[in-house]
């Protein structure tokens, strides 16, 4: 089954303590994007990748950090979290930049205490 | 300031109604254009997306329309369900800075 996975689905963590969200798809995309939904600022992208060891950032990057070592894997990196970013975050992929059909993970929901 | 609107924020209607769900962006140099939908605390579900080039694509009882010289995308969906409940969001790849652009959605409440 087409899917894009990530982990962990949630997450309460306190403000400093460094955590990894890790996404997995298994559609062979070069397409690999992060973002982050809050109440009333709707869908925001925090990095993306247009392929194997070539990142980007969208417009919320501050506090985060991405690497795209694999084609299948987008690790979401909080190296000293906050609670501002607490937040329900979404992996998503595509065949490419702009083409195709974006699939979206489960979310993962993250609270910093 | 690329963007895209959707109107209205929010919809009640009876069960079995036809309805018009609208998206508006500002810049008509799009890739395509991907209707979602998203239930409570899950994530996204595409539901169609329209290449740049097409007029309109369909999948049972939903049908979206692309007019890029006016900006605008409508999602229709025919005999309303109380499972159609749920926020519906399009999005557009925009050509000019290869940015996918988010509408803030619109939130569906399909009354049985």
């Known amino acids: 089954e087409a899917q894009v996975t990530q982990n962990p689905r949630y997450l309460i963590t306190v403000t400093g303590k460094k955590l990894t969200v890790t996404c997995s798809q298994n559609?062979?995309?070069?397409?690999m994007s992060w973002y982050r939904q809050d109440p009333g600022l709707g869908l925001r992208q925090i990095y993306y990748s247009m392929n194997v060891e070539v990142t980007d950032k969208g417009d919320v990057p501050e506090g985060y950090k991405v690497s795209r070592k694999e084609k299948r894997n987008f690790p979401l990196i909080l190296e000293s979290p906050s609670p501002n970013q607490t937040s329900l975050y979404f992996c998503?992929?595509?065949?490419?930049?702009?083409?195709?059909?974006?699939?979206f993970g489960e979310g993962s929901r993250l609270t910093v205490l | 300031k690329q963007e895209v609107t959707q109107i209205p924020a929010a919809l009640s209607v009876p069960e079995g109604e036809n309805l018009v769900l609208n998206c508006s962006f500002t810049d008509s140099a799009i890739y395509n254009l991907q209707w979602f939908r998203q239930d409570p605390g899950k994530g996204l579900t595409s539901l169609l997306l329209i290449q740049s080039s097409q007029r309109e694509q369909t999948s049972g009882r939903l049908n979206a329309s692309l007019d890029k010289s006016s900006g605008r995308s409508t999602l229709y969906i025919a005999a309303s369900q109380p499972g159609d409940s749920a926020t519906y969001l399009c999005?557009?790849?925009?050509?000019?800075?290869?940015?996918?652009?988010f509408g803030s959605g619109t939130r569906l409440l399909v009354r049985p």
């Open positions: 999005a557009a790849w925009m050509d000019s800075s290869y940015k996918l652009i």
């Open positions: 998503a992929s595509s065949p490419g930049l702009g083409t195709g059909e974006l699939f």
């Open positions: 559609m062979n995309h070069e397409y």
